[in-house]
């Protein structure tokens, strides 16, 4: 009976559990507007025993919802896959590998590696030695510099000595440094050098106008890089490169095997891995997989790769696993002949001749043997060359022709049972495609989507460790001012290229010299110098002093051009007149300027005397309209708002606050107020100075902020015009209605957030935000080595002020800190929603602005931190972003160091718990976070390093600039609390996509000539607003980007775009929380001939992310790639694909 008792009872409780959960369930529907919300809402609480305990395998299976089983969701077309079938994952080899870093002998960081001597008895080994020289565009000398002094020397020697004997062989990367030789070479030169390409024994590999980053860099830059390399490749040379070659970045993205892949690539190769990664899969045999994506149940994302399984690329570390054996074998280290450093392990080469050819041949083929028995094929792959190799002809003959002898000896001798020759990439890949073709009878030359017997292996290599404990995970957040630069050029450039196409369809340029045309030199040149900072010694911030500011200075030229393009697009565009140039008048101005390339963005403040008014024009580059509260500032707080049809608008004015001064006041105006935008387009507002407004207007003044007082000092006083008020409180709140932020009052400090719903309880959420340091003497600029534990900055006491009005409520603080004050300030504002009283996006999320000045010796060897410790139980277990692409699971393993556990972060990570509680971080700029204990996030916001750290830079990393991080936090509660959350695979919920997009995509604004306010209302030559759409692109279908493929050129104009569909959770809110949210791809057709109202789309054409490959099968894995989608322009894609589309318009 005490059994049944028993058992009876904890079927009541599991059934009031479920009568619990399925009232919560509805009232999040009917709190998220679910598709047919409240018609299933009350169905679920009449059928209850449809729904079964959150442990039971079936949960829900109803139109509009996902289905949940333990484990898994829905995988219908709508959804992303949880996760694809893989040989091998990452996170199972960080799982299975113990880190002890035990020494292997002559390999160093492996084993005694040993041959039977009958592996190549049915298959010869056939070897591959490949020269190349890695050419860094800027590291310890400017671009520019090395190209005067190296590269370009290079280049023609290269041709020089190919050109000698066709048994020769070279592979070249960077094409930013391949088009400057191009202005310089002779025309026999660039005739050789296409003759070279074309036989085959040149081949261009990646292509990339860069070898970029894989870590900081974003994926629309990735993009643009290997677009810009890749298009002037094919216009200027006549090839696509097929290859591609990455040795050396600082570990490796899946976004990159992706998006080669999406480019018509069809084979990749990697160097920079863990040690420990490189040697497990050596031992596995491993070292060459399908790359492929997580989410890829379909199998159309693989890519052939092929890892290095040494320390280096350099010439020592890649004939074998003896570097002492290898570094006999590079000729420029020849005693008094050679100009390179010696071999440090004591043999140094020996020029071969006939009495030490077979003695030499034998000692490298033995390396040979050995390094072809860690791969799965007899086809062998040899690098030769290191950075800026091949200068001189001089080198260039010893390599070939020392070498050369030795291929001859073992080509004469077959009992070897070995070929050895110089090759390409193209010779190697296809000639292990041709072995496994044979060996296993099937077609894989054929099939570039497969190479049979090979593992499939999905996951990323961060964060890479070359030996030891050194983990290079500091180059996440070095030189993170540079960093914030590359990301609004990116932006600038995407919204400008926007533009560009749409003021060309309406100006119709005759000429260079019309508009747009006059601006294409400047368009193509931010393009490059965007590609330029994606380079692995750019974005990284790894590179000399001097070096940056060239990367600082080509950039800030480009922002300044691009935003004198945009201003003079956004008169064009609502001049109702044409595009003549009499009727320019120079009417718009960008609303931010820089003044230096080291130098903070400055509003301009809008001065008006009485009667006079000024447009501030927005432009929206994003694919979704977007309400937003804007702020412009202004010198005289008496001033009001009108709309586009000179409406008057609701405003606030607050004090504008010095970031870090003692008397925080600079004694100008922030003025918000709520704009609708369209998407893609424009919308006039009109700030007119309160007195003497044109008859007829109603004039309602912006409204002055309350400001609340904490901690104050005798040097702060109350602006004019405002009540300041004196408190004392322990924790205060600042609320929009959505959610309700708690903070400290003695510090400033984010405390909680809470969630307001209208028809369940609030969710409170502690989030206590610190910031803290570690100290190191050793991190350097690729390094991060904390002497231990990070350290509190933040004292009692340092100065808060609050902001509260009707658009925003702001907390900001003055740190005081442990050492020192006046350094580090933060801003954490909420914005309200506009008088419809509609959910924005941007009153969903939290906005956290940090001031970070580290200028002087008190910060020296400081790493500053912000960490947020919520009450969610991650378990250590938190989700960070590849290139703003996708997102992967991490985990914080004991046996790796605080320093190894630290991931790169480009623009989110986020933090969540089984019961569906997420906590997310988006940033505007790369940076580094980690998750040290469960529940937290910590990101890295800027480090000062006194010493190098032993990688080659030669210097610390002291050019700190005065930087504002910008963060957006967001809570969200899962619709549907679906029982495992920590599955390896998660994707950000469709309102974190938007948060994000808006974060990262944001409005442009220009400011209009000052005029009589009477003249404003009476002006009909210029509309009030612009937009581009005849219809609303899904929520979940992103615009990439749209641009004109080659700007100068005027007549028949081909256009690429680019689009995402977003892979996002469905078990939150389908409507992305807010009201504005209506269509989603799986119901909205998207037609590519009537979605631009301003382009007469004649053609479309499916194309690679490149824009290279226009026909299908170049297209895996694409969706309504066939003739009739093309003729139609109907988009089709799955979720996380990206698509290229060619246009061309009538």
Not at 64 to 71: L, N, S
Not at 904 to 910: D, E, G, K, N, T
Request: proline fraction near 4%.
């Amino acid at each position: 009976m005490a059994a049944s008792s028993s058992s009876g009872s904890s079927s009541g409780r599991r059934k009031v559990r479920v009568i619990q959960r399925r009232h919560r369930l509805v009232y999040e529907i009917l709190d998220c507007g679910v598709r047919g919300g409240i018609v299933l809402a009350l169905l679920l609480l009449v059928v209850g025993m449809a729904i079964y305990s959150w442990s039971a395998d079936p949960i829900v299976s109803m139109p509009g919802m996902p289905m949940i089983r333990r484990g898994a969701r829905d995988l219908s077309p709508s959804r992303v896959q949880l996760e694809a079938v893989m040989d091998i994952s990452t996170k199972e080899l960080y799982d299975a590998i113990a880190f002890e870093n035990k020494d292997g002998g002559a390999w160093t960081q492996g084993w005694a590696v040993k041959y039977r001597g009958d592996e190549w008895n049915r298959e010869k080994l056939k070897v591959f030695v490949v020269p190349h020289s890695h050419n860094d565009p800027g590291w310890l000398r400017t671009v520019e510099e090395y190209y005067q002094e190296r590269t370009k020397h290079i280049l023609s020697t290269v041709v020089g000595a190919l050109r000698k004997d066709p048994r020769r062989k070279f592979i070249w990367e960077e094409m930013s440094y391949l088009h400057r030789w191009w202005q310089d070479a002779s025309d026999s030169e660039k005739q050789d050098f296409i003759r070279l390409v074309k036989s085959g024994q040149l081949e261009v590999v990646g292509g990339g106008w860069v070898m970029n980053d894989e870590a900081n860099s974003h994926h629309f830059a990735i993009i643009e890089q290997i677009t810009a390399g890749n298009l002037w490749l094919r216009d200027t040379i006549g090839v696509t490169p097929r290859n591609a070659w990455a040795i050396d970045p600082f570990g490796h993205s899946a976004t990159m095997a992706y998006l080669l892949r999406r480019m018509g690539f069809a084979n990749m190769l990697i160097q920079r891995t863990h040690y420990e990664v490189k040697k497990e899969l050596a031992q596995r045999q491993s070292l060459e997989f399908m790359w492929r994506q997580g989410w890829d149940s379909a199998n159309s994302t693989a890519i052939f790769c092929h890892m290095m399984p040494f320390y280096s690329y350099d010439i020592p570390h890649t004939c074998g696993p003896e570097p002492a054996v290898c570094c006999q074998f590079d000729y420029w280290r020849l005693v008094r002949v050679g100009q390179a450093q010696r071999c440090p392990w004591g043999y140094n080469p020996e020029e071969i001749n006939e009495g030490n050819v077979r003695e030499r041949a034998m000692l490298l083929l033995d390396q040979y043997r050995k390094k072809s028995t860690l791969y799965r094929s007899n086809t062998l792959l040899v690098p030769l060359g290191d950075d800026f190799r091949y200068v001189t002809p001089q080198e260039a003959e010893l390599q070939f022709t020392n070498y050369q002898v030795i291929f001859d000896y073992i080509s004469a001798h077959p009992e070897l049972k070995a070929s050895v020759q110089f090759g390409t990439l193209e010779d190697y890949f296809s000639t292990l495609r041709d072995e496994v073709a044979r060996s296993t009878k099937s077609s894989s030359r054929a099939n570039e989507d497969e190479v049979p017997g090979f593992p499939s292996l999905s996951g990323d290599f961060f964060t890479y460790a070359d030996r030891m404990h050194d983990y290079w995970s500091g180059y996440y957040v070095s030189r993170p001012f540079y960093k914030a630069v590359d990301r609004v050029l990116e932006h600038t450039l995407r919204a400008a290229n926007i533009l560009y196409v749409f003021t060309h369809a309406k100006c119709r340029p005759k000429d260079t010299s019309s508009f747009p045309a006059s601006y294409s030199n400047a368009i193509v040149s931010a393009s490059q110098n965007l590609a330029l900072f994606q380079h692995h010694d750019g974005v990284t911030g790894t590179a000399r002093d001097h070096v940056v500011e060239d990367y600082g200075t080509r950039m800030h030229t480009s922002l300044v051009e691009l935003q004198a393009f945009m201003a003079a697009s956004v008169e064009a565009l609502l001049l109702q007149q044409q595009c003549k140039s009499e009727n320019f008048r120079q009417w718009y101005e960008p609303e931010e300027s820089r003044s230096k390339f080291n130098m903070l963005a400055v509003k301009k403040s809008v001065r008006l005397a009485s009667g006079q008014a000024r447009r501030v024009v927005f432009f929206n580059p994003l694919e979704e309209a977007v309400e937003h509260v804007v702020m412009v500032v202004v010198d005289d707080p008496a001033v009001c708002v009108f709309g586009p049809s000179w409406a008057s608008v609701d405003s606030q004015i607050s004090p504008e606050w010095d970031e870090t001064g003692s008397n925080l006041s600079t004694g100008r105006h922030r003025l918000h107020w709520t704009a609708l935008v369209p998407a893609l387009g424009l919308a006039t507002f009109f700030v007119s100075s309160a007195e003497g407004v044109a008859d007829g207007s109603s004039c309602k003044r912006a409204v002055p902020a309350r400001i609340r007082v904490f901690n104050s000092d005798d040097k702060f006083s109350c602006p004019n015009g405002y009540s300041c008020s004196l408190e004392t409180v322990e924790t205060l709140e600042i609320t929009n209605g959505f959610q309700t932020l708690g903070f400290d009052s003695t510090t400033g400090m984010l405390r909680s957030i809470q969630i307001s719903k209208a028809a369940s309880p609030s969710t409170l959420v502690a989030v206590e935000e610190d910031v803290a340091y570690y100290s190191s003497a050793g991190s350097g600029a690729y390094l991060f080595l904390p002497d231990g534990e990070a350290k509190s900055l933040v004292q009692a006491g340092g100065l808060v002020l609050v902001t509260e009005g009707r658009a925003m409520q702001e907390v900001h603080v003055v740190l005081k800190t442990s050492i020192g004050g006046g350094e580090l300030s933060r801003s954490a504002r909420l914005y309200h929603s506009g008088a419809t009283g509609r959910k924005s996006v941007q009153a969903l999320s939290v906005e956290i602005n940090y001031h970070v000045a580290l200028l002087d010796h008190r910060f020296n060897n400081k790493e500053i931190i912000a960490r947020f410790k919520t009450g969610i139980d991650s378990g250590r277990v938190f989700h960070s972003d590849l290139n703003g692409f996708q997102t992967i699971r991490r985990e914080t393993y004991d046996k790796i160091p605080l320093q190894g556990n630290y991931y790169p972060m480009p623009s989110l990570a986020f933090v969540q718990d089984s019961r569906g509680k997420r906590f997310s971080v988006h940033s505007r700029q790369a940076l580094g976070v980690a998750s040290l204990q469960t529940g937290w996030l910590e990101v890295m916001l800027d480090r000062r390093l006194t010493q190098d750290d032993g990688r080659g830079l030669g210097q610390g990393v002291m050019d700190n600039r005065p930087l504002n991080i910008v963060f957006q936090l967001l809570l969200e509660e899962n619709v549907t609390s679906s029982a495992s959350f920590h599955q390896k695979l998660s994707v950000p919920s469709l309102l974190s996509h938007r948060v994000g997009a808006q974060l990262n995509y944001p409005m442009h604004a220009f400011l209009g000539k000052i005029v009589e306010s009477s003249v404003v209302i009476q002006e009909t030559s210029m509309d009030t607003q612009w937009s581009s759409l005849a219809s609303a692109f899904p929520c979940d279908l992103h615009l990439v980007g749209i641009k004109a493929l080659r700007p100068s050129q005027l007549e028949d104009v081909e256009y690429g775009l680019l689009l995402q569909r977003r892979g996002w959770d469905e078990s939150y809110c389908r409507k992305g929380g807010t009201d504005s949210c209506s269509t989603l791809a799986t119901s909205a057709k998207v037609d590519l001939h009537s979605t631009f109202s301003n382009l007469v789309v004649s053609k479309v054409t499916p194309s690679s992310l490149n824009f290279l490959h226009d026909h299908a099968e170049t297209l895996p894995g694409r969706k309504g790639a066939g003739a009739s989608a093309a003729g139609i322009g109907i988009v089709e894609m799955s979720p996380m694909e990206i698509q290229a589309y060619k246009l061309m318009v009538e």
